[in-house]
């Protein structure tokens, strides 16, 4: 198989499932299959596992894990968001499941495909849909947003100090000639970019504008809560994000089983959540995978057991 996305902490993840052999199974960020393919080897005959991947292209490794390219009949690819995971699960007479794996970074394999606008090391045009077949590019965020709602993205999911002039920017330059590429975008963010930090920043702004587009944030919420009641007594939930926002979401709803962290108690001040967290303390990789994959430094993988 060629190199599609090493899967990050992928013993981690293994052990944070606890996989039993005859358990049902859902990898909601399918990817190159890395850690789908760990899962099939853990499970035995009676076992299945759904694995999820709106990208066209992710679904072309299916076949690398399975014999004379068919996949193997303890698992099915679902093409779709993973936010309409219920409604999947509800059609495959799937009520309960064992154990959910999130990887929520985007593939090494996203970042080095020119055409598709992920980053700003290529000058392609301004896409960054995970789903070619349907919604906005970036391209079109820039062009038909307001100047406050640009901003508000480059702050909140690019947390970027420059955001408000920055969007001052684009919405500038975008009334003498459209931001059609990532080269258009580098040439209206280099004023306002800091040249110590000049791709940290850059990534921080194509970050933003991928989070929107694909609506990031909305999806993960989703996803959490269907999980949450999808789950097996003892069931695992594991999820792995790389974004303060994307981070702060799964703590929440490991705590409290709700997105904004309330806290619900019972007549006796008890608190009642459908969650209880495994590690208190955020997973984070190891030095030796540090240095085989630099791409796992900001991830942070929480696990949590679903209540009886």
Known sequence: MSEYHVPVMLNECLEGLQIRPDGVYVDVTFGGGGHSRAILERLGRKGHLYSFDQDKDAEGNIGSFGKDGKAPENFTFVRSNFRYLKNWMRYHGVKQIDGLLADLGVSSHHLDEEERGFAFRFDAPLDMRMNTRA???????????????????????????????????????????????????????????????????????????????NHE????????????????????????????????????????????????????????????????????????????????????????????
């Open 217 to 308: 944030m909305q999806a993960l919420e989703e996803m959490l809560m269907q999980a949450t009641e999808l789950l097996a007594p003892d069931g695992r939930l594991v999820v792995m994000s790389y974004h303060s926002l994307e981070d702060r979401i799964v703590k929440n709803v490991i705590r409290s089983g709700h997105v904004d962290g309330h806290i619900e108690q019972d007549f006796y001040g008890r608190v009642v959540a459908p969650l209880k967290a495994v590690n208190n303390k955020i997973i984070t990789a190891s030095e030796e995978e540090l240095d085989i994959n630099p791409r796992s430094r900001s991830a942070k993988l929480r696990v949590a057991t679903k209540n009886n």
């Open 135 to 213: 919604g906005k590019t970036a391209a079109d965020v820039l062009a038909t947003y307001d100047e406050n709602e640009i901003a508000k993205i480059l702050a909140v999911y690019g947390e970027l100090k420059q955001a408000k002039r920055m969007a001052q920017a684009i919405v500038k330059q975008r009334s003498q000639k459209p931001v059609m590429t990532t080269g258009d975008l580098l040439e209206v963010l280099r004023p306002f970019i800091n040249k110590k930090a000049e791709k940290k920043e850059l990534a921080q702004a194509f970050q933003a504008l991928r989070i929107e587009v």
